[in-house]
C-alpha cells in the first residue's frame, strides 16, 4: 500500500491505525453491526504496513517501542474466527473533498488499474507542515508517476519539492527555515501573509477540477521586504484516467526573479524540445509537455541530499523542472502530464489562445480542449478560440458558477472556431467549469 503523505515522516509507508479502527471495529462487533464490523476488518487486516501477514511483525515492534495499546487493541477488536471481511472501496465513492484541509483524492475507479489524483492546498501555520498549497500527485500503473517528496526537515518541505510553484522572494531573515523558504522561493511555513483562498473543487463525468490562489503564502509579514509576489495560483483539471492539465499564474512586482514549475519523478526525464519523458521501472510513462512559456528551459535532476531529510522508501528519486530564464515579472505555466502504458503513445498536445472577449489560454490535448482564465479574477462576458477540426469535447474553467451559457461552434477555414456567451442552458458545475 503506497499512501499519499503530507507534513513531516521520516518513512514513506503506510501508518497502522489500529488505535482509530480498534474501538470502531469493537464497538461495531458489540453492537452486533456485522456489517460495518466486515468493512472495518478489511481495513484493519489490509490497510496497514505488510498487510495482515505481517501483524505478529508489527506487534512486536510496537511493543518494543513502548506501545503496548496496538497489541491490546488488535486483541479486542480481531476475531480469529471472523472470516467475512469485506472490502468497502467498491461501494465507496471515487472522488473525495475534505474542505478542512483542502484536499482531493480522485479516481477513475476502485480497480487494480485505476489511476489516481491528489491535490491539495491546506493552511501552513503550525509545527511540521509543509509548504505545498497547490501541489498535485497523479498515481497510475500501481506507482506514483509524480507526487511531493516526503520527509522531515525545513529544505524538503519547502516547495520546489512538493510539487508546486517556486517563485523567488525578497527579503532577509535570520531564521534558518525562513532562509531556506527564501533560497528556494518557497510558501512561507509558519508565518505567511495568509492562508490559499479562492479555492474551487469540483468533479463532473469524466473529470476533476481544482483551483486556489496562494498568493500570500509566498509572501511573510516577518521577514523585512518579503512581500514581491502579487499574484501565485494554479488551475489544474484531471482528465480521466490518463490527463492531467495545470496552468499556474505568477505575477512578481519587478522582473529579474525566478519562477519555477516542479515536479518529482521516480526516474530521470529525457528532454526532447518542450517534452520530457519519464520511464518507470514498470515500462510506463510520465509525458509532460510545456506548452507554455513558450521557449521555457527544462531539466531534470537526481534530488538533493538535503542533509539527510527526504524520508527513507520515497519512490521520488529526481525532478523535473520548467523555468524561463529570462525571468518575467508576470509569467504563465501550461503544462500537459499523460500517463501512458509500456510501448503506448502519448496524445497530441496543442496551445491555444482565445481570439476575442476575456483572455483565455488553454491546450488540446487529441480531441479534447480545455480552456483556463489568462487573469482568475478577470469577469467573462465572451469568449472565442479556435481549435482542430477533430477537437470533440470541451471544458472551459473559470466561468461563474452555477450558471447558464452557450457554447457554439463552427468550421471556418478547415478549423473549428468556438464561441462561449454568457446566458443559455448549458450550465457550469459548483467551480465554474462547462463541460461541453
Given at each position: 500500500?503506497?499512501?499519499y503523505?503530507?507534513?513531516?515522516s521520516?518513512?514513506?509507508?503506510?501508518?497502522?491505525?489500529?488505535?482509530?479502527?480498534g474501538?470502531m471495529?469493537?464497538?461495531a462487533?458489540?453492537?452486533?453491526?456485522?456489517?460495518?464490523y466486515?468493512?472495518?476488518?478489511?481495513?484493519?487486516?489490509?490497510?496497514?504496513?505488510?498487510?495482515?501477514?505481517y501483524l505478529?511483525?508489527r506487534?512486536?515492534?510496537?511493543?518494543?517501542?513502548?506501545s503496548?495499546?496496538?497489541?491490546?487493541?488488535?486483541?479486542?477488536?480481531?476475531d480469529?474466527?471472523?472470516?467475512?471481511?469485506?472490502?468497502?472501496?467498491?461501494?465507496?465513492?471515487?472522488?473525495?473533498?475534505?474542505?478542512?484541509?483542502?484536499?482531493?483524492s480522485?479516481?477513475?475507479s476502485?480497480?487494480a488499474?485505476?489511476?489516481?489524483?491528489v491535490?491539495?492546498?491546506?493552511w501552513n501555520?503550525v509545527d511540521?507542515?509543509?509548504?505545498?498549497?497547490n501541489?498535485?500527485?497523479?498515481w497510475?500503473g500501481?506507482?506514483?508517476?509524480?507526487?511531493?517528496f516526503?520527509?522531515?526537515g525545513?529544505?524538503v518541505?519547502?516547495?520546489?519539492?512538493?510539487?508546486?510553484?517556486a517563485?523567488?522572494?525578497?527579503?532577509?531573515?535570520n531564521?534558518?527555515?525562513?532562509?531556506?523558504?527564501?533560497?528556494?522561493?518557497s510558501?512561507?511555513?509558519y508565518?505567511?501573509?495568509?492562508?490559499?483562498?479562492?479555492?474551487?473543487?469540483?468533479?463532473?463525468?469524466g473529470?476533476?477540477?481544482?483551483?486556489s490562489?496562494?498568493?500570500?503564502?509566498?509572501n511573510n509579514?516577518?521577514?523585512?521586504?518579503?512581500?514581491?509576489?502579487?499574484?501565485a495560483?494554479?488551475?489544474?483539471?484531471y482528465?480521466?484516467p490518463?490527463?492531467?492539465?495545470?496552468?499556474?499564474r505568477?505575477?512578481h512586482?519587478?522582473?529579474?526573479?525566478?519562477t519555477?514549475?516542479?515536479?518529482?519523478?521516480?526516474a530521470?526525464?529525457t528532454v526532447?524540445?518542450?517534452?520530457a519523458?519519464?520511464?518507470?521501472?514498470?515500462?510506463?510513462?510520465?509525458?509532460?509537455?510545456?506548452l507554455?512559456p513558450?521557449?521555457?528551459t527544462?531539466t531534470?535532476t537526481?534530488?538533493?541530499?538535503?542533509?539527510n531529510?527526504?524520508?527513507?522508501?520515497?519512490?521520488?528519486?529526481?525532478?523535473?523542472?520548467?523555468?524561463?530564464?529570462?525571468?518575467?515579472?508576470?509569467?504563465r505555466?501550461l503544462?500537459v502530464?499523460?500517463?501512458?502504458?509500456?510501448?503506448?503513445?502519448k496524445?497530441?498536445?496543442?496551445?491555444?489562445?482565445?481570439?476575442?472577449?476575456?483572455?483565455f489560454?488553454?491546450?488540446?490535448?487529441?480531441?479534447t480542449?480545455?480552456?483556463?482564465?489568462?487573469n482568475?479574477y478577470d469577469?467573462?462576458?465572451?469568449l472565442?478560440?479556435?481549435?482542430?477540426?477533430?477537437?470533440?469535447?470541451f471544458?472551459?474553467t473559470?466561468?461563474?458558477?452555477?450558471?447558464g451559457y452557450?457554447?457554439?461552434t463552427?468550421?471556418?477555414?478547415?478549423?473549428l472556431?468556438?464561441?462561449?456567451?454568457?446566458?443559455?442552458?448549458?450550465?457550469t458545475?459548483s467551480?465554474?467549469?462547462?463541460?461541453?
Open positions: 500500500n503506497l499512501p503523505q503530507f507534513a513531516d521520516a518513512s514513506y509507508e503506510n501508518v497502522d491505525n489500529i488505535r482509530i479502527l474501538p471495529a469493537l464497538f462487533r458489540m453492537s452486533g453491526d456485522t456489517g460495518r466486515a468493512k472495518l476488518r478489511w481495513m484493519i487486516d489490509n490497510l496497514a504496513p505488510g498487510n495482515k501477514n505478529i511483525n506487534i512486536q515492534g510496537t511493543m518494543a517501542g513502548a503496548p495499546s496496538f497489541p491490546i487493541m488488535y486483541f479486542l477488536a480481531v480469529p474466527d471472523f472470516n467475512s471481511a469485506v472490502d468497502p472501496r467498491p461501494s465507496l465513492a471515487t472522488d473525495f473533498y475534505s474542505p478542512g484541509i483542502d484536499l482531493v480522485s479516481r477513475s476502485w480497480g488499474d485505476a489511476s489516481w489524483f491535490w491539495k492546498s491546506s501555520s511540521h507542515q509543509y509548504s505545498d498549497a501541489a498535485i500527485g497523479f497510475r500501481g506507482e506514483w508517476l509524480t507526487k511531493p516526503t520527509g522531515y525545513s529544505k518541505a519547502c516547495s520546489d519539492y512538493q510539487n508546486t510553484l517563485i523567488q522572494n525578497l527579503g532577509t531573515t531564521t534558518s527555515f525562513w532562509q531556506d523558504n527564501l533560497d528556494r522561493g510558501q512561507f511555513a508565518n505567511s501573509k495568509e492562508d490559499p483562498m479562492a479555492v474551487s473543487v469540483s468533479f463532473g463525468p473529470y476533476t477540477y481544482t483551483q490562489d496562494s498568493t500570500k503564502t509566498y509579514p516577518s521577514v523585512p521586504g518579503a512581500n514581491e509576489i502579487t499574484h495560483s494554479r488551475s489544474s483539471i482528465l480521466k490518463d490527463v492531467v492539465v495545470t496552468y499556474d505568477a505575477t512586482k519587478s522582473a529579474g526573479l525566478f519555477r514549475y516542479w515536479l518529482n519523478t521516480s530521470q526525464a526532447s524540445g518542450n517534452s519523458t519519464m520511464t518507470t521501472s514498470s515500462g510506463q510513462k510520465l509525458v509532460i509537455d510545456t507554455l513558450i521557449g521555457a527544462l531534470s537526481p534530488k538533493e541530499a538535503l542533509d531529510q527526504p524520508a527513507a522508501n520515497d519512490p521520488m528519486k529526481f525532478r523535473f523542472c520548467a523555468e524561463d530564464l529570462s525571468k518575467p515579472s508576470d509569467i505555466f503544462n502530464l499523460q500517463g501512458v502504458d509500456a510501448g503506448g503513445t496524445a497530441s498536445t496543442l496551445t491555444i489562445q482565445s481570439s476575442g472577449g476575456t483572455a489560454e488553454g491546450a488540446v490535448i487529441g480531441t480542449a480545455v480552456m483556463f482564465k489568462k482568475m469577469s467573462v462576458t465572451s472565442s478560440f479556435t481549435v482542430p477540426a477533430g477537437t470533440t469535447k471544458f472551459v473559470g466561468l461563474v458558477p452555477n450558471t452557450t457554447l457554439t463552427q468550421t471556418v477555414a478547415g478549423l472556431q468556438v464561441t462561449v456567451t454568457v446566458g443559455g442552458s448549458q450550465s458545475d467551480a465554474g467549469v462547462l463541460s461541453a
